[in-house]
């Protein structure tokens, strides 16, 4: 399958500093990826759809504001978490659709990058 | 909107047997696809199984198989020869149309014992 990475694996931050995690695609050229939020013991809540070359499209109730998606290439989407707060500290996954996506939606995911804001 | 639910937070197997993960699912799609994923301790999501809505037939992956219900909206997950490092998290997740998002249930965490 598809291969993503995430970077950094995990960071620290203080509060109110804004973090920026990338997400890229190392084999294949992805037109969509996808960034996901989740919390201990929890499920996987998605974010947004990062579209290249164009805004992303956000969930309900994901501000827009703070969490900043860029998806700039075919192989590179970053997430900026803007003035991060201890309630932002979760863990990110981001995805992207596999090659033949128009005939399975499967999805190759990141390793995902740990957040913890002090 | 589409809802993906899992009704057992938990599971115990032991080593060789077979368990059975549910999941169930509202839609008013008619294409859609449903899939098993498997998050270890790594946090590594891995997909385990997919499964076409138009295809009758169940899908199988070497040890791991569903059972497809389209008419009553169930997908559950079947391990056979369960192995130690089949212990993991597994999440059922839906996706409609295409190049669609997917939707997750909030998971199962299954125990394989000696």
């Known amino acids: 399958g598809a291969v993503v990475s995430q970077h950094p694996s995990w960071v620290i931050c203080k509060s109110g500093t804004s973090v920026k995690i990338e997400c890229r695609s190392l084999d294949f050229q992805a037109t969509t990826m996808f960034w996901y939020r989740q919390f201990p013991k929890q499920s996987l809540m998605l974010m947004a759809t990062s579209n290249e070359g164009s805004k992303a499209t956000y969930e309900q109730g994901v501000e827009k504001d703070k969490f900043l998606i860029n998806h700039a290439s075919l192989t590179l989407s970053t997430l900026t978490v803007t003035s991060a707060h201890p309630e932002d500290s979760s863990f990110y996954i981001c995805s992207q659709l596999a090659g033949l996506a128009g005939v399975s939606n499967e999805q190759f995911f990141g390793p995902g990058t740990r957040l913890t804001v002090l | 909107a589409q809802t993906v639910t899992q009704s057992q937070p938990e599971m115990s197997v032991q080593e060789a047997e077979t368990v059975t993960l549910s999941c169930t699912y509202d839609t008013s799609e008619s294409d859609y696809y449903l899939f098993w994923y498997k998050q270890p301790p790594s946090r590594q999501m891995i997909l385990v199984i997919r499964?076409?809505?138009?295809?009758?037939q169940n899908a199988t992956e070497n040890r791991f198989s569903v059972n497809f219900q389209k008419a009553a909206k169930s997908f559950s997950l079947k391990i056979s020869d369960s192995q130690l490092g089949d212990a993991a998290m597994y999440f059922c997740a839906y996706s409609a149309g295409t190049a669609s998002k997917l939707t997750f249930g909030t998971g199962t965490r299954l125990q394989v014992t000696l």
């Open positions: 499964q076409e809505a138009y295809k009758q």
